[in-house]
Structures are given as structure tokens and as C-alpha cells.
């Protein structure tokens, strides 16, 4: 006989969590974006750009996971977040660069810099407090897609209430630390965005 290790509203916040982690947050942002910008080729660079911020990261971490360095992808223990952060930013850097010589749309390029400059201000804060990258993400993406499409995108906002909701029921979060992270990546990314498009 097994028994459930989470009650049922954490088995939820678990889902939320996972379903709408900053992988798919950035997948989505960047192609939408992109396809708003130039259509097809818009959403091209989108995937260029989801591949830097989005798949390189997303298998460096399961390769931590497979070696037993990190327990999981939401990677919870400072050390090795501010590992997966270097990362990340190295990667985002790298396509920033190969975006802007390769000629990509300004509006991706400036994307794809807003998420560099977000995450770059979330690893400073995370050598002293764990604020919440999953809520600088999403409230981010959101805030772009705003800028975007127009005052009706505010709506995916209520994703990330749910997803800060999840982020405190699961513990790995305290509530300050989802309300820093959203705040934090509502304003940088959309002044970041605005800015260099």
C-alpha cells in the first residue's frame, strides 16, 4: 500500500510549479513576441532565442540532475543556483551576440537583453536572499507581452498569481521573495524592453 507523500493542493502547486516553470515562460514569450514582429521569420528568431534562454539552460540543469549535483530542475540550494545562473547568463549572452550579428529584428534582440539584464539582477540579489525567479519570469514575459499585444495580455498576469501561489504552498518560497520576484521582473523586463527596441 503506498500513500501520497503531498496532500492534494500541494500535488497541484507541484503541477503549476512544473507546467509553468521559466522554460516554458520564455518558449511561449519568445515566440509570440516573435511572431508579432515579423510572422514566420519572427517566430524563427523567437525559437533562436528560446534556444539560448530557454533549451541550453534546461539541459545543463537535467545534466546536473543526471550527475547528482542539484536535486531537481527548480534547482533550490544557493550554490548551485548561482551555478545554473552563470550559466544561463553565459548562454543568453552568447545568443544575444549571434542574434545581433546575424541580423535579427530589433524587438528580439531588445527580448532577448531584457531577460539577460533580469537574470542578471536576480543572480546579484541571490548570493543574499532567495527571491523568486519563477514569478521574475513570468511577470515578465507578461509585462513584454503587454508592451506587445496590447492592455488585454495583462490577463496572463493571473498565471502568475497562481504560479507565486504554488511557488509558497510547495516552500520553497516565502511570499516577500514571489512578491520581490514579480515585482522585480514586471519592471525590468518592461523597462529593459522598452528601452532597447
Given at each position: 500500500?503506498?500513500?501520497?507523500?503531498?496532500?492534494a493542493e500541494?500535488?497541484?502547486a507541484?503541477?503549476?510549479?512544473?507546467?509553468l516553470?521559466?522554460?516554458n515562460?520564455i518558449?511561449?514569450?519568445?515566440l509570440?513576441i516573435g511572431?508579432?514582429t515579423?510572422?514566420?521569420?519572427?517566430?524563427?528568431?523567437?525559437a533562436?532565442?528560446?534556444l539560448?534562454?530557454?533549451?541550453?539552460?534546461i539541459?545543463?540543469?537535467?545534466y546536473?540532475?543526471?550527475?547528482g549535483?542539484w536535486g531537481?530542475?527548480?534547482?533550490?540550494?544557493?550554490p548551485?543556483?548561482?551555478?545554473v545562473?552563470?550559466?544561463?547568463?553565459l548562454?543568453?549572452a552568447?545568443?544575444?551576440?549571434?542574434?545581433?550579428?546575424?541580423g535579427?529584428?530589433?524587438?528580439?534582440?531588445?527580448l532577448?537583453v531584457?531577460?539577460?539584464?533580469?537574470?542578471?539582477?536576480l543572480a546579484?540579489?541571490?548570493?543574499?536572499w532567495k527571491i523568486?525567479?519563477h514569478?521574475a519570469?513570468?511577470a515578465g514575459a507578461c509585462?513584454?507581452?503587454?508592451?506587445?499585444?496590447?492592455?488585454?495580455m495583462?490577463?496572463?498576469?493571473?498565471?502568475?498569481?497562481?504560479?507565486?501561489?504554488?511557488?509558497?504552498?510547495l516552500?520553497?518560497?516565502?511570499?516577500?521573495?514571489?512578491?520581490?520576484?514579480t515585482?522585480?521582473?514586471?519592471i525590468?523586463?518592461?523597462?529593459?524592453?522598452q528601452?532597447?527596441?
Open positions: 500500500m503506498t500513500t501520497d507523500v503531498y496532500p500541494s500535488k497541484l507541484r503541477r503549476i510549479t512544473d507546467w516553470e521559466p522554460k515562460w518558449i511561449a514569450v519568445t509570440l511572431w508579432h515579423a510572422q514566420w521569420i519572427g517566430v524563427a528568431w523567437g533562436v532565442g528560446a539560448f534562454a530557454a533549451i541550453i539552460p539541459t545543463f540543469i537535467k546536473g540532475i543526471r550527475k549535483h531537481d530542475r527548480h534547482v533550490g540550494a544557493k548551485a543556483r548561482l551555478v545562473m552563470a550559466v544561463i547568463l548562454s543568453v552568447i545568443g544575444i551576440l549571434l542574434m545581433a550579428a546575424a535579427a529584428p530589433r524587438t528580439m534582440t531588445a532577448i531584457s531577460m539577460l539584464v533580469t537574470l542578471a539582477i546579484v540579489i541571490t548570493f543574499v523568486s525567479v514569478q519570469v513570468s509585462a513584454m507581452l503587454v508592451q506587445t499585444y496590447g492592455a488585454w495583462a490577463l496572463g498576469f493571473l498565471l502568475v498569481v497562481i504560479v507565486g501561489w504554488s511557488r509558497v504552498e516552500l520553497d518560497h516565502t511570499r516577500n521573495q514571489v512578491i520581490a520576484g515585482i522585480l521582473g514586471t525590468v523586463a518592461a523597462a529593459v524592453f528601452l532597447a527596441r
